[in-house]
């Protein structure tokens, strides 16, 4: 018995720093947030998710009874506090396609929240919950 303590310790161990080396890994879902100090509330009419990976992201635009439209694309990094994202894709025309932008993002439970300052002034902060 004393012999399987280590092994499984060491096994939780490791297993404990796996989350923590893409903490956006997951699909995420849009709650609102803050757009120049006024509130932006999610749509009850269809819902915004964002799926990341290791080191991708989708955003996702899901409305009941019709098909999902995939509306941007990219490529993340994270560094400490900061995400810096670059859209590779955009399903309208967009100011953000190939540019990078700067995310200062905290995580608390499973509540994601983005602030940014974009390109035309814009200051934003978006909240996503974890939903898987």
Not at 9 to 22: E, K, P, Q, R, V
Not at 59 to 79: F, S
Not at 97 to 118: A, C, E, H, Q, R
């Amino acid at each position: 018995m004393k012999k399987l303590v280590l092994p499984i310790l060491t096994i939780c161990f490791l297993c404990s720093f796996a989350a923590m080396d893409y903490p956006l890994k997951g699909v995420w879902e849009y709650r609102g947030g803050v757009v120049n100090g006024k509130t932006d509330s999610a749509s009850t009419a269809y819902t915004l998710q964002r799926t990341y990976d290791k080191l991708h992201y989708k955003a996702v635009l899901k409305e009941k009874g019709e098909k999902d439209v995939v509306y941007e694309k990219g490529d993340y990094q994270l560094l400490a506090d900061t995400c810096l994202e670059t859209q590779t894709y955009s399903l309208q025309s967009s100011q953000l396609l190939n540019k990078i932008v700067k995310y200062t993002y905290t995580i608390s439970n499973d509540t994601l929240k983005l602030f940014t300052v974009l390109p035309n002034g814009n200051k934003v902060e978006d909240h996503w919950v974890k939903i898987k």
